[in-house]
Each structure stands twice: as structure tokens, then as C-alpha cells.
Nanobody
Framework: QVQLVESGGGLVQPGGSLRLSCAAS????????MGWHRQAPGKQRELVAT???????NYADSVKGRFTISRVNAKNPVDLQMNSLKPEDTAVYYC?????????WGQGTQVTVSS
């Protein structure tokens, strides 16, 4: 199975920005949908944003207008630009790539928004 590794997380002040990237161990083909999910301590994992093979994007209501998901290439499939970050955005963010044969997840990258 393909391995995914997220990067770009870190500590940022409220109102700041971060860009998360996802790197794959090999090129990925046959993608159905890609997305970013997040999980805060004590909470269930939630969907943040998705982008389909056709380019259709969907966002959680809490991040609409602030986050942008984009496709990159077969080896680095999906990025997440996060602007106007809020303390409520603090979580571990996970990259997800679903193909016709696999559903792959990264190990996550920590995003902490704090003053």
C-alpha cells in the first residue's frame, strides 16, 4: 500500500497561516477522492476538506472561506492552505487518498493555534 507523509504543521498565532502538504511513497493513480481530516484531543476525527478526481471541492462549514484544498501531482497529491487560523483549528491533521483499490492515510501532522 502507498505510504503518505504529511508536513507543514506547527505552532502558529491566531490569525496566522500554514500550508500542509502530503507526500506519497510512490505515484498514485486511479484516485477517486482526496482529503484532509483532523482530530483534536478527546474528539472524533472529522472531515476538513475533500477534492474529487474531477476537481470538485467540499469543506466543513467551520473552515469555509479560510481553508483551500488543492491537487498537486501524483507523488504529492494534495495540499491544504489554512488561513485565518483559530484556536479551534488545533488538531492533528491527516492526509487521505482513496483510489479504486486502496484507502490510504498518513500518520498526521500537529497544528497548534495559540496565543
Amino acid at each position: 500500500q502507498v505510504q503518505l507523509v504529511e508536513s507543514g504543521g506547527g505552532l502558529v498565532q491566531p490569525g496566522g497561516s500554514l500550508r500542509l502538504s502530503c507526500a506519497a511513497s510512490r505515484s498514485i493513480f486511479g484516485i477517486i477522492v482526496m482529503g484532509w481530516h483532523r482530530q483534536a484531543p478527546g474528539k472524533q476525527r472529522e472531515l476538513v476538506a475533500t477534492i474529487s478526481s474531477g476537481g470538485t471541492t467540499n469543506y466543513a462549514d467551520s473552515v469555509k472561506g479560510r481553508f483551500t484544498i488543492s491537487r498537486v501531482n501524483a507523488k504529492n497529491p494534495v495540499d491544504l492552505q489554512m488561513n485565518s487560523l483559530k484556536p479551534e483549528d488545533t488538531a492533528v491533521y491527516y492526509c487521505n487518498v482513496r483510489t479504486y483499490g486502496e484507502d490510504s492515510w498518513g500518520q498526521g501532522t500537529q497544528v497548534t493555534v495559540s496565543s
